[in-house]
Every structure is written in C-alpha cells, then in structure tokens.
C-alpha cells in the first residue's frame, strides 16, 4: 500500500453506474480527485500509470452492512481485520453495525470506530443505535451521533421494539434526512427458531423461524414510514412477501429502500441438511420460492442493495451442533464473485446494475460523496478482473473468523487494486 498524488490507470473498461454502458478508456487520479475519464495521453506524466487493460475500473464498493466486532470481540475480528477482508474483497468503504460491547449507542464509539480507521485505505462510517443499549425504550442522542460521524440508525440483531418507539426514531431522523435501518423480524414468531420454518425444518427436526416473522415488521415500518415521511432501510430481506410489500410502497412513494445479501440470492433451506453451522443466519436460508424472489427484486430495482452482513464468529463458537451455533457468516471477501457469478453471468443483472446495487445505491441512501466517477468528485476506485476464476479457501481469508459456507467454490472475478483516500493498493502485494 502506497500514497501517490498521482496516478493514470489506463486502457480499462470503466464501468459508473450513471452511463448505461461500460466504456474503454483511462481515469486519471490527482490529489485524490478524479480528474479525467477518457482516452488519455500518458506521454510526459509525471506519476504512477497503472496499466488495467482487461480489468474493469469502477466505483469503490461499499458494504453498508458489516459487523466488526469491535469493541468489544476483537477474538472475532477487529476494524483493522475487517478492513484487510473488505480490502481483499473489492470494498473502500464499510458500515459497521452497531451491536457491539459497548454498543454504538454513544459520540465516543463512534469517534472510537473512526479513529481506529483513520489510517487505513478503507473508509468506516459507523452506524448508530436507534435506542440506548439497542433495549427498544429510549432513543439515542440522534443529533451528536450524526455529528460525530454516524450515517444511519439501527438496532441491528433486534427490530425496533414497537411501534412508538420506531415513529419517534423516524421523525427525529426526518431533522437529518438519515435512514433508520431495521432488522425486521416479529421476536414472538422467531422464538428460539434456527432456520426457515418449512417442511425441511420439519424433516430436521430443528425449530423455524417463519417467513411471517420478517414480513409482519416489514409491514409495520413501512407504514410509519409513509405516516412520517421518514427514510426506512430494511436490512437483509429474505422473504418473497417482504420483497412484494416493499414493491407496493415504493409505487406508493414511501421512502423505503432495501438489501439483499448474496446467500439469499444463492442459497436456501434444502442446503443446510447436513447440519453444517456455517448455513446458520438470520434471516434465515428460505425457500427456493423465495431465492426466486431476491432474483426478480433485483431485476426490477425493488431491490436498492447488495450487501453482505459480514458476521465473524470464532472458531471455538460456530464449530458445535447447529442448534446452539450463532447466527452469521463473512461475506466481504466472496460477496463479488457471487454477485459476477449468479447475477451478472447468468443474465440477471448487468455489470454496470450490479454495481450500482455496491456502490451509487448504498452512497444515496446514506447520503456518502462517493459511488460513482464524476470528474473533481473524491476518487474511491475498485479495479478487479471479471473474467478471472479462483476457488474459496477458508484458511486464506484475511478476516479473522473462517465462517463461510462457500468453502471450496469456485468464484468469478478476481480483485486486481483498490484507490481510495489517496492511497493505492495491489491484491498481490505481499504487505496486502
């Protein structure tokens, strides 16, 4: 990793999300400012030129749903592991979750998590508790937390308590035009559920969590968001009825936007039948039906986002019976090659859709100055290569924590560099 004033990335494929077709050509970097996109003479410049021909050169990508376990599990990963991980898989830019120890309730965590990734190449802008201790009763001091640095409300792990509480949350947001972001699951239908409640949880003896349970705070949010006129993000959607309620209200003109993480889109309830913990999330893998849905949600822009709910677990914890493994798997490192390998080769998406589900979308809704390549905007770049193959090896991710369940899959596209507050990377350096 290197600070450069300077840098031509030339002869790639440049892919921003606001042109509807990818284009060949160069972008030019100074002072960490693109610029120029186009054909551009390298001869006499006097910086890096990098050469990405056969690479594409797009956005920096943003995940605007990770947990970084710090403060509070640095076993499990920490900002700076975190941000390798993001590093390794394409992202500059990274929102943690507020459910840590102590929770992200207060000015000092936040200031603490921008801190700690003050000198790194990857961005963090923390996200807040709605409530105080995520206990669903008293609201946070929404106002500080803005101003030290948060760019969004949530109880991640937890809904928003009741209705009260979510319609104070969201007219407060309404002063600084910040979503609340909500984990949208009905706690009295959940129980003690550790998969999709279906006839594969029948089969496996193993209680379910019901679709219902997701729908039903989908429902609810949504209609205090149209009651006040506030920003709703609904955080990992997973169920077909959620997808339908979310399409009903954006033709209603609510604010409500929504993600969707790749194992919803790749993966469901049928898969887990060997009892392997690193299939256990919440939401749960659902229905083929419901895969099916994600599918047709991101092709007709429902669906606003890809994300990944990166969630660290140790070893020691998630190596047990399924029944007593928590919830959550990393996602930061194989969230591109699914997205290139299930969305865009198959047809689903376009390249240029797909990124703009990783990084104009989740810019606008949490109001970020990045996501696309705009001359004089601040240059946040991610160059990877489409067309290369490589295959999951869970020992050689750079998170802490080894849970995935895409263990020896074959992935599409390989990272190639990163360029964000002014500092270049390379995937193949060895200090990367």
């Known amino acids: 990793m290197q600070r450069e004033n300077k840098l031509l990335f030339k002869n790639g494929t440049v892919v921003d999300p606001e042109r509807k077709d990818p284009q060949q050509g160069d972008v030019l970097v100074e002072d960490g400012k693109i610029t120029s996109i186009g054909n551009i003479d390298a001869d006499g410049f006097d910086g890096l030129v990098v ?7 797009c956005p920096g ?11 509070g599990r640095e076993d499990e990963e920490t900002v ?3 941000a390798a991980a993001a590093m390794a898989g394409g992202f500059t830019s990274v929102c943690p979750m507020p459910n840590t120890d102590p929770c992200a309730d207060s000015s000092e965590v936040i200031h603490y998590l921008k801190n700690r990734a003050k000198d790194l190449l990857v961005d963090v802008y923390p996200i807040a508790a709605v409530t105080k201790g995520r206990a669903g009763e008293q609201l946070t001091e929404m106002g500080d937390l803005v101003k030290t640095g948060a760019v969004a409300f949530s109880d991640d792990g937890d809904p928003v308590a009741t209705a009260e509480v979510m319609r104070r949350a969201m007219e407060y947001s309404l002063m600084f035009d910040v979503p609340i972001i909500e984990h949208c699951e009905d706690k009295s239908l959940a129980k003690k559920g550790v998969m999709n409640e279906s006839a594969v949880s029948t089969r496996l003896g193993l209680p379910g969590i019901p679709g219902l349970s997701e729908d039903i705070i989908v429902s609810r949010d949504i209609l205090i968001a149209e009651f006040t006129g506030a920003k709703l993000h609904i955080a990992h959607i997973s169920t077909a009825r959620s997808v339908a309620l979310v399409r009903e209200a954006k033709k209603r003109g609510v604010r409500v936007t929504c993600e969707v ?23 749960p893998l659902r229905t083929q039906a419901d895969v099916e849905a994600m599918l047709e949600g991101l092709k007709d822009g429902t669906i606003d986002v890809i994300a990944t709910d990166h969630a660290p677990h140790s070893v020691e914890e998630k190596e047990v019976e399924f029944l007593y493994a928590p919830f959550g798997i ?14 865009v080769e ?9 990124i703009a589900k990783m990084t104009r979308e989740p810019a606008n809704i949490l109001n970020l100055d990045r996501g696309t390549l705009k001359k004089a ?22 998170s ?4 995935t369940p895409f263990h020896g899959w074959e992935m599409q596209g390989s990272v190639f560099g990163l360029y964000n507050k002014g500092m270049w990377w390379l995937a193949d350096r060895e200090d990367g």
Request: hydrophobic letters at 40%; proline letters at 5%.
């Open 346 to 354: 198959p047809g689903v998406l376009t390249l240029s859709q797909a």
């Open 61 to 71: 990508l943003i995940d605007m749903h990770v947990h970084l376990r710090e403060p």
């Open 80 to 82: 700076e592991t975190g």
């Open 261 to 283: 993480m790749p194992h919803h889109f790749v993966l469901n309830d049928e898969t887990i039948s060997a009892y392997a913990p690193d299939y256990k999330m919440n939401p």
């Open 51 to 57: 050469d990405v021909t056969d690479k594409i050169v």
């Open 330 to 343: 990393v996602g930061l490192e194989t969230a591109l090659g699914l997205v290139l390998k299930y969305l």
């Open 377 to 398: 905007a601040t240059a946040s770049l991610t160059i990877f290569d489409s067309r290369a193959t490589w295959e999951v090896d869970k020992a050689r991710l750079k």
């Open 400 to 403: 802490k924590s080894k849970n």
